[in-house]
């Protein structure tokens, strides 16, 4: 079992940047590919960004390319989200989900196995 918690959400202006981490419980952070999903109100969840066990492979959303950053650091069973110049349209809950096969960075929420309880964005016009 995986336990895992957001961090870093908050109230930004647009324009500006937040570091949203994901801190993993467990032995086996290194195995697993990571994913950071969003949902805003009314909307269905949205896939953001992944990265592979290794960090050697990365996917992001078009809506969020070149502006997100999604790297982890194994050594401290954490993924991070780097999110610069942050629209309106950025606001949403944004959640960290793991899937224990960590050689493909996915956008397919029904494959990943574990979830965080997420983390308030929003971004002022």
């Known amino acids: 079992q995986v336990q895992l918690v957001e961090s870093g959400g908050g109230l930004v202006q647009a324009g500006g940047s937040l570091l949203l981490s994901c801190a993993a419980s467990g032995r086996t952070f290194n195995s697993y590919t990571m994913g950071w999903f969003r949902q805003a109100p009314g909307k269905e969840r949205e896939f953001v960004a992944a990265i592979t066990s290794n960090g050697g492979s990365t996917r992001y959303a078009d809506s969020v390319k070149g502006r997100f950053t999604i790297s982890r650091d194994n050594a401290k069973n954490t993924v991070y989200l780097q999110m610069n110049s942050l629209k309106p349209e950025d606001t949403a809950v944004y959640s960290c989900?793991?899937?224990?096969?960590?050689?493909?960075?996915?956008?397919?929420?029904?494959?990943?196995?574990?979830w965080g309880q997420g983390t308030q964005v929003t971004v002022s016009s």
């Open positions: 989900a793991a899937d224990r096969q960590g050689y493909w960075a996915h956008p397919a929420p029904n494959l990943y196995d574990y």
